[in-house]
Nanobody, 120 residues
């Protein structure tokens, strides 16, 4: 089992900032990708940002230049710094981790989600 513990989120005014963090723990042999997705009401879940074990990072076009993802490889933790937040960033944000629990057992785990609301 791989557990993801998320923190951060909340209510912020437009133009404000928030930081989300997520820590993966449990039976992890290798952690290939760690990142954040989000789902707004009546919309599909979408990638926000993710970072691979090699350090490459992918961002959704809508957050490039505003959000920054960083990773603590020792603690298997990832941080999403969100700046210049917009009302359209309002969503439930989910942490996601993918990797292997052994040399042949993959995993794809999700956190419970944390609400981010951008509103005046």
């Amino acid at each position: 089992q791989v557990q993801l513990v998320e923190s951060g989120g909340g209510l912020v005014q437009p133009g404000g900032s928030l930081t989300l963090s997520c820590e993966a723990s449990g039976s992890i042999f290798s952690l290939n990708a760690l990142g954040w997705y989000r789902q707004a009401p009546e919309k599909e879940r979408e990638l926000v940002a993710r970072i691979t074990s090699g350090g490459s990072t992918d961002y959704a076009d809508s957050v490039k230049g505003r959000f920054t993802l960083s990773r603590d490889y020792v603690k298997n933790r990832v941080y999403l710094q969100m700046n210049s937040l917009k009302p359209e960033d309002t969503a439930v944000y989910y942490c996601n981790a993918r990797g292997y629990q052994s040399t042949i057992t993959p995993f794809d785990s999700w956190g419970q989600g944390t609400q981010v609301t951008v509103s005046s």
